[in-house]
């Protein structure tokens, strides 16, 4: 199973970044995540969605991100009035069989 994420950069605050995950992998994909860690900080949850209808965000970006089910084996996260505690590197993340994948990170910083 790989992950392939893309679409990060460096914003101002108050803009907008999609980030986007595929996977290549033969078994079917249900579970779909965004994962960011700041520097100095522990990895954390931001955004989960299961078969692309229950979904979950923390709390510090509920109301502003938006994970998003693509396709069978893409998602997105689309990241709108963005922060400078926003800054991180964000991984996409799946669930197979009890198992974790992650993609190998793209880098967000938002700054002025």
């Known amino acids: 199973v790989q992950l392939q994420a893309s679409g990060g950069g460096l914003v101002q605050p108050g803009e907008s970044l999609r980030l986007s995950c595929v996977a290549s992998t033969p078994f079917v994909i249900n579970t779909m995540a965004w994962y960011r860690q700041a520097p100095g900080k522990q990895r954390e949850l931001v955004a989960i969605?299961?078969?692309?209808?229950?979904t979950t965000y923390s709390t510090s970006v509920k109301d502003r991100f938006t994970i998003s089910k693509e396709g069978a084996k893409n998602w997105a996260l689309q990241m709108n009035t963005l922060k400078p505690e926003d800054t991180a590197v964000y991984y996409c993340?799946?669930?197979?069989?009890?198992?974790?994948?992650w993609g190998q990170g793209t880098l967000v910083t938002v700054s002025s």
């Open positions: 993340n799946t669930v197979i069989r009890g198992e974790n994948f």
């Open positions: 969605t299961t078969s692309g209808i229950s």
